[in-house]
Every structure is written in C-alpha cells, then in structure tokens.
C-alpha cells in the first residue's frame, strides 16, 4: 500500500510540476522524507496523506489505489509551479478541499433524487 502511495504522490507532484522540497516545506518535513516516500522506504503519516489528498484535490483513498484513472477528482486543477510558495499551496489546498466537498454533495444530491 505504501508502494502505491509513494509512487502515486511522485505521479501527481510531476504531473503538477512540484518539487520534492515543495511538498517538504508544505508538509514541514525534510526534502528526504519526500523521497523515501515516493520510493516506498517509509510508511506516509496518516496526516501527510490527508494534507497531499487536499492539495491534489483527490481523496485520501485515491493515493492508495493502485491506479490513478479511478480518481473521481482528477486533476481538473492542474497548475504548474513554477513561483508557487507554501502559502499558495496552502490556499490550493483549501480551495480544492471545498471543491471536493462540493462535488460530494452533488452526488449525494443526485443519488438521492434517483431514489426518490
């Protein structure tokens, strides 16, 4: 499971273009961790993951899938990092957050009315 996780995170924080101490920073950790955890050689805190879930906009369940296609919140908002500091991300994070949710709550809201 932390095999998928690791090369998951290193997948999406490429795919976004962030750096291994970007992500460090975010998480307040040193740049190694990043890399033992995208290698596989450390297990993920439950709250590092639950912090990269918000800031890919994926679920946390979404890093441990073997496959990234089963994403339901893929990267519709993709951005590239270039001059992104940790305060950015913090507020990407957020915002993606409430996006999630959202999206949440309309599938509840459909499901329900399919119901009814």
Do not use: C
């Amino acid at each position: 499971m932390k095999d998928f996780a690791g090369s998951n995170i290193s997948a999406l924080r490429s795919k976004l273009a962030l750096t291994q101490l970007q992500l460090a920073d975010y998480l307040g950790i040193k740049r190694e961790n990043i890399s033992y955890y995208e290698t596989g050689n450390r297990e993920i805190p439950v709250e590092h993951l639950e912090k990269l879930a918000d800031l890919f906009g994926v679920e946390l369940y979404d890093l441990l899938e073997s496959d990234l296609t089963n994403q339901k919140a893929n990267l519709a908002f993709a951005f590239r990092a270039d001059q992104i500091d940790e305060k950015d991300l913090e507020n990407i994070s957020r915002f993606k957050k409430i996006v999630k949710n959202y999206i949440k709550m309309k599938e509840f809201m459909s499901s329900n009315e399919k119901q009814t």
